[in-house]
């Protein structure tokens, strides 16, 4: 990906892709020997920065739809004039947007059919080739991946799970590497346990609303599929972000010694840059603190970054770094109502039953599974709830505490229509963004 100039305006950022692997993609022709990485370090140790802001989105993050949020995300800001002359000068912004491979159906694989739509299922071979890609898995994979594609061809409304297809995707999980430790494990296995016939029947029994990344996820015989994918997304999240992303942090922060750095995620990218401040399992630090951290409408465990979860005292998978404080500034987390990905599919996902998770938003009696998007960042001692602001609004951020903001009212909106869970590039969320970076 090259550096990209934001539509109506002469600003540019660099668009760094890595793969399923964590590994930079090799193939930018704006890059060095196609390392764009090193073009980026290059020029930040030519032109110093006096700060470097970094996105991460989340699934539904194909190259076109990455390229349309960071245009979308970061032009929110720059229409911010107030914002940023009273950043302290010379302002010299680096702006840098990561990609990663998530999208469940987009451009990288399926044209955007629903597999349920009239006449919109893919060739059988298509289908399982890309469960197989999609899940990281060999041959083993593809009997198994037959199996289910036919029931769901037969009788893709069935009522019932049946036996050889349940028995085909707990063979599939198992090779998958699923887990479940609960909310203090790591984000791919903060759930419960996969149970194929739970997902199929309640699936089929709940309406979701909307979804991470456009398109049904959880009806039907693909439902338990399309959950392991949804798991697989949240491993894959973690892993780039611990390995290939972590390391590109650590080497521009050594590029680029005085300046300041600050974090952005959105939905599976909190995932993301969280995973970036902690590397492999959350306990390598980066060589300096960053400045500011973002989390908006984050699909991550509302317990994942708390010394307690759910009132016992087991820390969370992130609590290293925030105990280590290896966030400076403030720790900034935007949740709404509205948002019906984070509200209804997250703890569905994680928690099928509901026996300990909700739809319900209790901010008394938060659940044991939650997205922090509804529930903000909880287990913490010394968080602060504080509604959104308007663009005029000073929040007066300190350093190292972390703000849960009601967003309801300029986030989601209240419409509860798919794609509202990226309806974050309002002004009032831009000017949220800019007042964690004054610090």
């Known amino acids: 990906m090259p550096f990209e100039t934001i539509p109506g305006t002469d600003t540019k950022y660099a668009l760094l892709s890595f793969d399923a692997d964590g590994k930079e993609r090799t193939d930018d022709p704006h890059g060095q020997n196609g390392l764009l990485s090193k073009a980026i370090l290059d020029s930040a140790t030519r032109l110093p920065p006096s700060h470097v802001f970094l996105f991460s989105h989340g699934w539904k993050g194909d190259v076109v739809s990455a390229r349309d949020q960071y245009n979308r995300w970061i032009k929110a800001m720059l229409d911010r004039t107030d914002d940023q002359k009273a950043m302290a000068a010379p302002f010299n912004p680096l702006w840098i947007g990561l990609h990663w491979p998530s999208l469940p159906f987009g451009d990288e694989e399926l044209a955007g059919a629903d597999f349920?739509?009239?006449?919109?299922?893919?060739?059988?071979?298509?289908?399982i080739a890309t469960f197989r890609q999609r899940l990281g898995l060999g041959?083993?994979?593809e009997p198994l991946l037959r199996t289910i594609v036919a029931a769901h061809q037969r009788d893709a409304a069935a009522t019932e799970l049946p036996p050889d297809v349940a028995a085909a995707y707990t063979q599939l999980a198992n090779l998958a590497g699923y887990r479940a430790e609960g909310p203090a494990g790591p984000p791919d296995a903060d759930g419960g346990a996969f149970d194929p016939d739970l997902v199929f029947r309640e699936g089929n029994a709940v309406d979701m609303g909307a979804s991470f990344g456009g398109g049904g996820l959880v009806g039907g015989i693909l439902g338990p599929l399309r959950q392991l994918s949804y798991w697989t997304m949240k491993k894959r999240a973690r892993a780039i972000g611990e390995t290939g992303m972590h390391q590109f942090v650590a080497e521009l922060m050594n590029a680029a010694p005085q300046a300041r750095f600050h974090l952005m995620g959105h939905s599976f990218g909190c995932i993301v840059v969280s995973s970036i401040l902690g590397g492999p399992k959350a306990a390598n630090p980066l060589p300096r603190k960053v400045d500011s951290l973002v989390l908006l409408q984050g699909a991550v465990s509302l317990w994942a970054f708390g010394t307690e979860v759910h009132g016992k005292a087991t820390p969370g998978y992130f609590n290293p770094w925030v105990a280590r404080s290896a966030v400076r500034g403030p720790i900034v987390v935007s949740r709404s109502i509205h948002d019906h990905a984070v509200g209804r599919l997250y703890p569905w996902a994680s928690a099928v039953s509901f026996a300990d998770g909700s739809f319900d938003v209790d901010d008394d009696n938060p659940p044991l599974h939650g997205a922090i998007g509804t529930f903000g960042i909880r287990g913490v001692q010394g968080v602060?709830?504080?509604?959104?602001?308007?663009?005029?609004?000073?929040?007066g951020f300190e350093a190292g505490t972390i703000y849960n903001l009601e967003s309801s009212q300029f986030i989601a909106k209240g419409d509860g229509v798919s794609g509202a869970h990226s309806d974050i590039d309002g002004p009032q969320v831009a000017h949220a963004l800019w007042q964690a970076a004054l610090i």
């Not at 349920?116 to 289908?127: C, N, R, T, Y």
Request: charged content about 25%; hydrophobic content about 35%.
């Open 139 to 141: 041959d083993e994979a």
């Open 116 to 127: 349920d739509a009239p006449g919109g299922m893919p060739a059988p071979e298509e289908v």
């Open 384 to 395: 602060t709830f504080r509604p959104m602001l308007d663009v005029t609004g000073a929040y």
